[in-house]
């Protein structure tokens, strides 16, 4: 088990204060200037905040049935705030962290929630051999893998403002605390692409022109508001996902439901982890039909609701025997024996790897077009598709697969991307063959 040290040495990258690069309502504010107003509380409880811009981020993911790869979309809306508000919100929730943090281990929970915490040098990867280890350490058991339905769309505003009061060992929340929670409840927010149509902003590159804001406040009032184009949030859940203070809000929500299910898995010989919306349980198999009784009755407590289609529940038997199907926890899958990178992230993969390939095969029609000579005479230029799929480099998924192979010491990882060579040829030869 890791152990969670002091918080991260400020960086330009965690800074609250830093500036931001998206394009918003304002311009981004003078450090000097933003730090005295965010560490006077009673500035802070008089803040007008700004609009958000909501825009909807589109996750693919491909899932395996039989022998069939299944295409799937799930869509998110992700909120930005303004520049002074952002950094607000990343100054209390830096404060809020180091207090959970505290409260985590008051508790002995720091091993248990896994996301959107103080670095120890972890990742998923980390996590995911963690359980693995562990389903090998006390089988036979059973692994019940939830996920909670619509997670940041579904935080109950009463339960949220007494836990966040709590945190900060108070009855209720201060006057500028309470700011905060109801600029996040009660929020109002335009849609990105009504933003940047109506003041004619490219979605590929919103800062051309040495644009520094969207539009001003006149502007808006009059082309936004007037036009009826701002969102109020009037339901008594959900809080906006993609502000610097709603991570470390989520967690604290669920700070009641994880010691809870914490002691009980724990009082079953059991191991119980949760990451985001994820929770996983792993017990001995006498005690699996209550573990699932109590976690979907837990769950229900706090007002929210499981996926009971996305349950997964596996039993680990004897050590050596094979678990089907596997066990898919974050991002990689176990069934007792084998550790694999998840079916879909290697489709999504190559899938990725043969658009890269069509993208390169474009730019190579369009140089052969400007020189006026047929498209087989120019070649496909394989430096960007070797570094972004056949190589280790930043960021890349054969550095993450290769990560991934060391660290669970599967060999099983290695052979999933190990025709990607071979991939990237037939894909070019299937580009040129159309010519």
């Not at 082309?223 to 969102?231: A, D, P, Q, S």
Request: proline share 6%.
């Amino acid at each position: 088990m890791g152990s969670r040290g002091p918080p991260p040495q400020l960086t330009m990258s965690n800074d609250p204060l830093r500036v931001r690069s998206y394009l918003h309502l304002d311009e981004p504010p003078r450090r000097s200037v933003i730090a005295a107003a965010v560490a006077d509380p009673a500035q802070v409880a008089r803040w007008q905040f700004l609009p958000m811009i909501t825009r909807v981020k589109v996750t693919r993911k491909i899932k395996r049935q039989g022998n069939v790869f299944i295409p799937k979309e799930k869509k998110r809306p992700i909120s930005y705030a303004s520049h002074r508000d952002a950094a607000l919100y990343a100054f209390y929730a830096a404060a809020l962290t180091r207090q959970y943090e505290h409260r985590l281990e008051l508790l002995g929970l720091s091993d248990v929630v896994t996301a959107f915490r103080t670095g120890d040098g972890r990742c998923n990867i980390h996590f995911a051999r963690e359980a693995f280890e562990w389903i090998d350490l006390i089988r036979p058991c059973v692994a019940l893998a939830y996920d909670i339905s619509g997670f940041f769309d579904n935080l109950d505003h009463r339960i949220l403002r007494d836990r966040w009061a709590d945190i900060l060992d108070e009855r209720s929340l201060p006057a500028d605390h309470y700011a905060l929670f109801r600029s996040l409840t009660r929020y109002t927010w335009v849609w990105q692409v009504t933003l940047y149509a109506m003041f004619g902003i490219s979605p590929y590159a919103p800062k051309a022109s040495g644009r520094t804001r969207i539009c001003s406040a006149l502007e808006f009032r009059n082309k936004v508001v007037r036009g009826n184009h701002l969102n109020r949030h009037l339901l008594d859940k959900g809080i906006p996902q993609g502000t610097p203070i709603s991570a470390v809000l989520s967690n604290i929500y669920m700070l009641d439901f994880d010691r809870m299910l914490s002691e009980k898995i724990k009082a079953w010989g059991g191991l119980y982890r949760r990451y985001c919306d994820d929770v996983l349980c792993i017990v001995p198999p006498q005690h699996a039909v209550e573990a699932k009784a109590y976690v979907e009755a837990l769950v229900a407590s706090i007002k929210l609701e499981v996926q009971p289609e996305k349950l997964e529940e596996c039993y680990f038997g004897l050590p050596g025997t094979v678990t089907k199907p596997a066990l898919q926890y974050l991002g990689l899958t176990f069934d007792g024996r084998k550790v694999r990178l998840r079916n879909g992230g290697v489709a999504k993969f190559y899938s990725r790897m043969r658009q890269g390939v069509r993208q390169a095969h474009r730019a190579r029609t369009k140089a052969a077009r400007m020189k006026g000579v047929p498209v087989a005479s120019v070649p496909i230029k394989r430096g960007k598709l070797n570094r972004s799929y056949l190589y280790v480099g930043p960021r890349n998924f054969v550095t993450y697969a290769t990560r991934a192979a060391g660290l669970t010491q599967s060999e099983a990882i290695g052979k999933q991307i190990s025709r990607r060579a071979r991939a990237i040829d037939e894909a070019i030869g299937r580009v040129s063959e159309a010519d």
